[in-house]
């Protein structure tokens, strides 16, 4: 599995020009390949495959003199971007997402490097080609694993790297800690078949508050001013503010989670969202309940702990003592079951019905 670790960067004026201007023409070349792919399909309704446009970049690329700007972006660092963009498009296809667009100048933001291929580690900083060797805080170890991507990203708050590292996966371990349900996202953020539910924070629920406003603001500022440019500026801000507290916040459960139990049964989140029609809470949405499970599932893996995925057909509406069906809407809060006569929490009963599925 591939893990991820995050350190900010600190380049210079000078470097973070260079790798402006290096992101810069990585997205002069996503929205070139885009466009021959549209201007291709119009033409003779050919599809264009990832190995073509990689031919293609190759030409472009070395055609150029060496004073040319394309000149800046690493070969393999310009595959991944076309890599990018096939992968978009073949979702597309699939109906999974909208038709690829051209990028604007804010809305590319970060490089791929395969190491040793354009960048690398070097005497304790990172080397980026055409840039040099750029400073890094190293606010935790390095990884062991073997080093797959490094990714750097530009933030409204500054430049960090990601790097991915591959680790080998942690055997199951017998625990005699107890084994838990979790249903998710109608009444709390998570609700655990032992009676524990979780709520989303207050801080999160207060930050989006004033996030809403900032969106506002934005809406309001006439396109192309000045006041607009700094005011999507605060709002990239405070969404990059936003992002990590969700991330600490969930890191900090699923930490208590695996640390708890033994074994962890969930609904399938695909299945889930389908059968829920967009009925999620919304509180679902202030916590981001995708992040959640990629959490949970490195985290799970390395501490040994057994995830278990159901199918949430009917968690809901089944009693967990007896089996019967008991009708409710989504604004009903308690499950009472008129047979055997237990009344829980509905989300703590789907969740015992979550954990009694993995048992079954
Ligand atoms: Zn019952």
């Known amino acids: 599995m591939l893990r991820t670790y995050r350190y900010r ?10 790798l402006n201007e290096i992101i810069d023409m990585a997205r002069w070349l996503y929205n070139h390949a885009l466009a021959y792919r549209r201007k291709r399909w119009y033409e003779s309704r050919i599809g264009v495959t990832y190995n073509e446009q990689s031919a293609m970049w190759r030409d472009w690329r070395n055609e150029c003199p060496d004073d040319n700007p394309l000149r800046l972006l690493n070969m ?4 991944q971007i076309l890599r990018r963009l096939d ?28 190491p040793g291929d354009g960048a690398g580690l070097k005497d304790g900083k990172l ?8 400073t890094v805080k190293w606010h935790r170890q390095m990884p062991d694993g073997k080093l797959k991507n490094i990714i750097i990203k530009r933030k409204p708050s500054g430049w960090y790297v990601l790097l991915q590292v591959e680790w080998p996966n942690v055997a199951i371990q017998p ?6 349900g979790i249903d998710v996202g109608i009444l709390h953020a998570l609700a655990l078949s032992d009676g524990t539910v979780i709520d989303a924070p207050g801080f999160l629920r207060e930050s989006l508050k004033k996030l809403r406003v900032l969106q506002r603001a934005v809406a309001r500022r006439k396109k192309g001013s000045r006041r607009r440019a700094k005011a999507l500026h605060q709002l990239a801000t405070y969404s990059e503010h936003i992002a990590n507290q969700r991330r600490d916040w969930w890191h900090k459960v699923v930490h ?16 889930t969202f389908m059968l829920r ?15 959640f499970y990629e959490i949970l599932d490195y985290k799970a893996i390395e501490a040994g702990v057994e995830i278990a995925v159901v199918n949430p057909r009917h968690t809901s509406q089944m009693c967990s003592g007896c089996g019967v069906m008991v009708k409710k809407g989504l604004h009903v809060r308690v499950h009472r079951c008129p047979d055997c ?4 929490d509905r989300d703590v009963n789907a969740a015992i019905n979550i954990l009694q599925r993995t048992l079954g």
Do not use: C
């Not at 393999?76 to 595959?79: M, V």
């Not at 999974?96 to 490089?111: A, D, E, I, Q």
């Open 9 to 18: 960067m600190y380049p210079t004026q000078e470097q973070q020009a260079a």
């Open 76 to 79: 393999s660092a310009g595959q």
């Open 87 to 114: 992968k978009a498009y073949r979702e597309f296809l699939k109906g999974k997402r909208g038709r690829p667009r051209f990028k604007g100048r804010h809305y590319f933001n970060s490089l791929n490097y395969k």
């Open 127 to 134: 080397y980026v080609q055409n840039v040099g060797l750029v």
């Open 175 to 180: 625990s005699d800690k107890p084994l838990v």
């Open 256 to 271: 208590w989670l695996v640390n708890t139990y033994g074994g962890i049964a969930l609904e399938d989140l695909n299945l």
């Open 277 to 291: 029609n967009g009925h999620l809470s919304r509180s679902t949405h202030d916590v981001a309940l995708g992040l």
């Open 341 to 344: 006569g237990l009344t829980v």
